[in-house]
């Protein structure tokens, strides 16, 4: 059951876009680590969304390698273990490069930590290009700081390169007012606004990463990462999401 507008959608009109991915998306069923069918899965995706003639850049967290704030919390200095989750980011970054590559699709990783040997630095008119030449940036290592989440990341970097929107690739199909995995009842909105995103406390984003959105008009749409098809679908206004605006 959903909440707000209907599930019918118009077609959607965005040119350019960033897709955030959680580190821990690319687990698949394992318990640690990558499952390169899920790479794979996720590629193919990403070619479809090309092939509408859009501009695509990618963020991709490192939860399933490691995770700052769990470093922290185990006693860990936090940002020592901030740095230690955005070279996680990088590793997972240059797995889905390969797997975009093996897909046919152009990609260039640009880190946030300078390390000129695997990838290129974050510049960004150079990101920008690559994307006009319809190129997929993968952008790797977080902002480059500490106590600064992947999610804030991602909204960061679609407002420098003047993404149309932000979309959070997830476990389900959308924003629930509680854990749809846990309570069948669970109410799914079709619609949401920054405000009501952040005073309903629902943990999609953190509070930096949709102030960012929020203050740079970015609409962020949360759909299921793993549904086969679910990012091509999105764009072209099928399919089950959420969409958060200002409105």
């Known amino acids: 059951m959903s909440r707000g507008l209907s599930d019918r959608n118009e077609k959607m009109t965005y040119k350019r876009v960033l897709l955030k991915v959680s580190g821990e998306a690319l687990m698949g069923e394992r318990a640690y680590g990558l499952d390169t069918g899920v790479c794979r899965a996720i590629a193919e995706d990403v070619r479809g969304v090309i092939a509408l003639g859009v501009e695509v850049a990618l963020v991709i967290g490192g939860g399933n390698i490691f995770r700052g704030v769990a470093g922290a919390a185990s006693g860990m200095e936090r940002a020592q273990a901030d740095y230690m989750g955005m070279l996680a980011t990088v590793m997972n970054a240059l797995a889905m490069q390969?797997?975009?590559?093996?897909?046919?699709?152009?990609?260039?990783?640009?880190s946030a930590i300078e390390m000129s040997s695997i990838c290129e630095p974050y510049i960004r008119r150079r990101a920008i290009r690559h994307m006009e030449k319809g190129r997929v940036v993968i952008f790797a290592a977080g902002t480059g700081n500490p106590f600064f989440t992947t999610d804030t990341a991602a909204a960061l970097r679609a407002a420098e390169m003047g993404c149309h929107a932000l979309l959070k690739g997830t476990q389900v199909d959308g924003v629930y007012d509680s854990d749809p995995r846990k309570n069948p009842d669970a109410l799914r909105y079709t619609n949401l606004t920054y405000l009501e995103m952040l005073a309903r406390d629902l943990a999609v984003m953190d509070a930096a990463a949709i102030s960012v959105a929020r203050e740079n008009k970015l609409p962020i749409i949360v759909f299921n990462i793993h549904e086969p098809g679910a990012f091509t679908a999105v764009m072209k206004g099928e399919g089950r999401f959420t969409t958060v605006t200002d409105h």
């Open 98 to 110: 390969s797997a975009l590559e093996r897909a046919g699709v152009p990609t260039r990783v640009q």
